[in-house]
């Protein structure tokens, strides 16, 4: 129940009464406990003032009584139901108390000796800094709010260089990777220590360093607009003049701060004047919960997917490629696979154009900051590892400063440049993907992609031309999520087997080359100029908005007819998992969004570029599992005996085309394969 604003008049009302009856027998008749984190003070004395307020709001509502302790809030709640009757509620504190004083103390002056040492939990500049975790958990600016925890961290593996506690109200944020909160932060030199109500950048951080930087300066903006007047009094700082090193964490966490105070080493206050100041920083979560919680994003306009379709397939069209239309229309697939995962895969002949595509998208995209947007790889078959992306330490370069020079190949330069560009879309094509074992060089990539962990080395080019970890503490990022990957297979006897793990993680296109296509008018695809940057940017937030798909009308049906297909093979132990299942519904909703219409459509491409792929081995393995598909794609509500398929008179013919193929080489060659 909210408490309101009390008049003075019962206010007096109510410390009369407590004055008469004494405190004890006034908070026994009323059924309230004995404060002890704050006080009501009136001419030098301290009362209860929960137990006030309730007996207050009684005798200003005679109708409804006092209110019961659990009834109704303290904490901020009290304070604006005093305050405008020219009463404040102020913290308990003990003058002369210097428990957190010297623990903070002792804590600046250990850490840079402990920092030469190994990191441990067990070491005891971390046990100070538990102390100090456990008496602030324990003070009366914290036990009066059981929403707060106390979390703090010396670093993981490795000494932090910018330690920290944070004051996590569950209301708002349960991490320190997002949201507002009040946190302590150390100065890396151990100078100092501020008091701030700062912003989590982990999350952010995934959108590129733009982009966090952007929107932490956003929520500054909007959250000291909401500032309350304690913050004022008590003298913090609402601005950007917080100073605390020049690692990238440190340099993070400044760009993060809202409100600041500074305490120096060798001067940091007395118990009482740092609770206040906690209190403080505290009372604006309390009096801000709403503005402070993350903001709810609406779903993205998915309409824009059809503009942005519109905007490249006019260009594809005059740069001369030939692409066919309708419900085979390449294009269309290809855009609805890279917004359900931007991971694609295209099995062909070699010669049979499967690159060009690619390569309009890749002009399409433009340039940037960084250069271009588009960065083309051939893969060579020596490639054994992830340094082939990733690079690796040269131990035959320079080191500077504890930090070893990296050999950088050209793709880890371009994911670097995208992380630094991150509203824009980059374009990596890895051209014969399979020459070289793709488990072995592409296997982080794909886990990285997966899991969106940290996988990517965190570099900067320095002055002298080498590049080197931006910090010791902050070594990987998260690999950009405005990157498309597209990979060209080549089918012959020369390239490698795809793996499950592979082709279950990307949407795998056959590119073939039709008869009708070989044309006589035939000409070279030229190249085509940048899209529009709305586009551009609308097919990133596409990709980073992950549950768009939620609002696509034929997704009930098609989840109905994927779960009987899953049904189905089951019999024969092809069954897919909740990854393909998100995917497929994921893919679906793009396909309904660019026209292709339809429950059959829609399952059309999603077997034929989520389920078949996986299909191989040897006729007695893989004819039954064909056939429960050739049955689904004739009729998928009909019999699921298989007697023959027909492309011309099927439900699915694009599947049923290519399951008639593989059909008919398991029975000729006893072995069949997707990519055959």
Do not use: C
Not at 61 to 83: I, M, W
């Amino acid at each position: 129940m909210a408490l309101g604003v009390l008049s003075r008049d019962a206010i007096e009302r109510a410390i009369a009464e407590y004055d008469e009856l004494g405190r004890d027998a006034f908070l026994s008749k009323h059924g309230f406990g004995r404060a002890t984190a704050y006080a009501l003070v009136v001419d030098g004395r301290e009362y209860d003032p929960k137990a006030i307020a309730g007996v207050a709001y009684g005798l200003d509502h005679p109708d409804e009584g006092t209110l019961k302790n659990t009834e109704f809030n303290g904490g901020v709640q009290l304070r604006s139901a005093y305050q405008p009757a020219g009463f404040d509620v102020v913290l308990r504190t003990t003058e002369g108390e210097s428990v957190l004083q010297n623990l903070l103390e002792s804590f600046m002056a250990e850490y840079g000796d402990a920092k030469l040492e190994k990191f441990g939990g067990s070491h005891p500049v971390v046990a100070t800094l538990r102390s100090l975790e456990q008496h602030i958990a324990q003070s009366g600016p914290l036990s009066a709010r059981p929403n707060v925890k106390v979390k703090y961290s010396a670093g993981q593996g490795n000494w932090a260089a910018a330690p920290w506690i944070a004051l996590l109200d569950g209301r708002i944020t349960s991490s320190t990777q997002s949201g507002v909160y009040p946190v302590l932060l150390f100065r890396e030199d151990m100078s100092g220590i501020y008091v701030t109500v700062a912003q989590g950048t982990q999350e952010l951080k995934k959108s590129g360093k733009d982009h966090m930087l952007k929107e932490l300066a956003a929520t500054a903006t909007r959250v000291r607009a909401l500032a309350t007047n304690e913050l004022t009094d008590r003298s913090f700082a609402f601005d950007d003049s917080i100073y605390l090193g020049e690692g990238t964490l440190a340099r993070d966490y400044a760009a993060s701060t809202i409100v600041h105070k500074f305490y120096e080493r060798g001067s940091v206050p007395e118990d009482a004047e740092i609770l206040r100041d906690l209190d403080a920083v505290l009372e604006l979560s309390d009096s801000n919960i709403k503005d402070l919680r993350p903001p709810t994003v609406d779903p993205i306009d998915v309409s824009s997917l059809q503009d942005i379709f519109t905007a490249f397939r006019l260009a594809v069209d005059s740069s001369g490629l030939r692409v066919p239309t309708g419900h085979g229309d390449p294009v269309v697939a290809l855009l609805a696979a890279l917004v359900t995962k931007p991971f694609v895969i295209l099995a062909g002949m070699s010669g049979s154009g499967k690159t060009q595509l690619a390569l309009r998208l890749g002009e399409w995209f433009g340039s940037g900051p960084g250069g271009r947007r588009f960065l083309p790889v051939a893969v060579r078959p020596d490639w054994t590892g992830p340094e082939a992306l990733f690079g690796y330490e040269d131990a035959l370069r320079p080191p500077l400063d504890g930090r070893a020079a990296w050999f950088v190949p050209d793709t880890l330069r371009f994911l670097l440049g995208a992380a630094e560009d991150p509203d824009m879309p980059h374009l990596l094509l890895l051209d014969e993907m399979n020459l070289a074992h793709v488990e072995r060089y592409f296997s982080d990539f794909l886990s990285g992609l997966e899991s969106r962990d940290a996988i990517l080395p965190n570099l900067t080019l320095g002055p002298d031309g080498e590049w080197r970890l931006r910090d010791l503490d902050d070594r990987l990022i998260a690999l950009p999520r405005n990157v498309f990957v597209i990979g060209t297979v080549n089918v012959d006897e020369t390239t490698y087997q795809f793996s499950p793990k592979v082709l279950d993680r990307a949407t795998t296109f056959e590119i073939r080359t039709e008869t009708e296509d070989l044309a006589d008018d035939v000409v070279r695809p030229s190249a085509i100029l940048p899209g529009e940057v709305p586009h551009l940017r609308g097919l990133v937030e596409l990709v980073l908005d992950d549950t768009w798909q939620r609002h696509n009308k034929s997704g009930p049906p098609i989840a109905t007819a994927l779960r009987d297909l899953h049904g189905r093979l089951t019999d024969t132990d092809d069954e897919f998992g909740h990854r393909v299942f998100y995917e497929s519904l994921r893919y679906a909703a793009a396909l309904e969004q660019l026209g292709l219409n339809g429950r059959d459509r829609a399952l059309d491409h999603i077997v034929l570029r989520k389920i078949l792929p996986k299909i191989h081995g040897s006729r007695r393995r893989a004819e039954p599992v064909l056939k429960v598909l050739a049955a689904f794609a004739v009729a998928p509500d009909g019999s699921r005996e298989f007697s023959s398929v027909d492309p011309a008179t099927a439900a699915l013919p694009l599947s049923a085309a290519k399951l008639r193929r593989m059909l008919r080489s398991a029975e000729i060659n006893q072995f069949v394969s997707f990519t055959d």
